[in-house]
Structure formats: structure tokens, C-alpha cells
């Protein structure tokens, strides 16, 4: 299959009114580089560089999907050595890399990936990848906890959520503990009408910063927006929220949950969020 390469660069694959499928040993490449930094080189001491950020990978389509064996990376880039002198004529060596990109999926239909998708970094204090993935009909998003955590492997710090109805959870088909658990380095954000939990379903959720949102732009809240909230029952699964900060933005639905528990070490705020047709 092909590759795309665009170090550093912004990718976007949109497939109007198709799919967007990446076959085996498919590649596209957007991780970071680095380039020679002529202005700060000394030439008795070697190349000098700078180091270029992972760039952006966006795919659009009604089903997306990414064969085994596919890649998408969005890394940053490997560490280099630079070589300076101080103020005392003395030399000194800097090392440098940088961080990573983002990558956004959004969907109509169905989303099948095997693919790596990849956000590595060199160093733990630079940031790592962002990813997104969004569900553009009025169907529920549904998370698998397996793929979720090669993502967190795979150094996506910053994760985003995005359903027009609803986001309800499955768990991973390697244990059978009915525990669903999704950890983020930096950030997650779920934007969705409701948050769905079945029956005996445990699900924890844990990030620095938690946003739990329902919002899109040019809707409202009434039952013939993107924005309703389906009915709501009550069952057995528990919710548990754990960050520093966490958000709540708008009506969030609860539907499925006997108990939910938010944690926040630092603040819990919430804020409104006007609907309106005119908006």
C-alpha cells in the first residue's frame, strides 16, 4: 500500500460521501523532524538544528477504516544534540526534540482501526499527541477500552470524545471484570448528550482535567436537535470521575447509573450553555 509523507505537516482525508480506508502496510507520516539550523551553527562545532513539532492527521468519511498493519504517526521528533558557546567561551551541549502532533477522526457510520496510530515523544516533559474522535450521526459512540489504552501506549496524552447522542462504554474482551477504565496523561473531554453505563458496568475515568460537555453550534435542546437527551433510566453500572480539574458544561445526561462519584483535587466547576435555534 502507499505512504504519505509530510514531516511535521497537516494531513486531511475527507471522503465526502465514501470511505476513507487505510490498507495494510498503508502509511501516513506527519511526525516531526528536525531541520539544520544554519543561523545558530558554528561551523568548528558541528551542525546545529531545530526541532519541528508532529503535525496534524485529520480523516473524514462515512466509515472509516485502518487495516492492520496501517500507520499513522504524529511523533516528535528524535532528540539532537546542539553545540554552543556560553559567555565564557566555553562549549556547551543543549539537547533538543519536539513534541507531538493531533489526530482527528470523525465518522458517520462505523469506525474500524487495527492501524498504530503513534505520538512518541523523546522526552517525558514534552507533550505528547492529541487525539479526537467524533461521530457525526444522530447514533451513540461507543468506546473500546482496548483501544483506547494502545492509544495512551502510543503517547496520546490528549483525549477527545465527541457523539451528536450518546457515549456508552465497552469493555476490554481481555478480562471479564465488567470494569471499564480509561486514564489520560493530560486531558479528556466528552462531549455527548448522555453517558450511558449498563447493567453492573463499573467505569472510571481519570485525567488532570475532565470536561464533560453537550454542546454544538446551530442547535438546541429541544427533541428534534442534535443536542436531545433520549430517555433516561436507572440500573446498576457506577461512574467514577477522578482529576485535578473537572468541567460541566450544559444538560449531560446520566442514564444507566445507580451511583457516580466526581473527585477533583483542585475544582469542580459548572458552567451553562444557552441553547437556542437562533443561535
Known sequence: AGRLDAPGGKVSITASNGD???????????????????????????????????GSVSLSGNNIILEK??????????????????????????????????????YATTFTSKAQLLAKVASSWLSGGSLSLAKTSLTTLSLQEEQ??????????????????????????????????LAAASSLSLNASALIGTADQDIWLRAPWIRLTNMVENTDGDTNSARAIASLSSDTANLHLAGEFIDLQGNIGLSGFDKTTLQSDQALRLYDYYYSVNK
Open 69 to 106: 498493519g496501517s500507520v499513522i504517526d504524529v511523533s516528535g521528533s528524535d532528540k539532537v544534540t546542539n553545540k554552543i558557546l556560553n559567555r565564557r567561551g566555553k562549549i556547551d551541549s543543549t539537547s533538543l526534540a519536539s513534541a507531538a502532533g493531533s489526530v482527528a477522526i470523525n
Open 20 to 54: 476513507v480506508l487505510l490498507t495494510s502496510n498503508a502509511s501516513v507520516n506527519a511526525a516531526g523532524t528536525t531541520l539544520i539550523d544554519w543561523e545558530n551553527t558554528i561551523a568548528e562545532l558541528g551542525l546545529n538544528y531545530s526541532a519541528i513539532d508532529g
Open 148 to 181: 483506547i489504552a494502545r492509544w495512551v501506549a502510543n503517547g496520546f496524552t490528549d483525549l477527545s470524545f465527541s457523539s451528536l447522542r450518546a457515549i456508552d462504554y465497552i469493555e476490554s474482551a481481555t478480562d471479564s471484570n465488567n470494569r471499564f477504565g
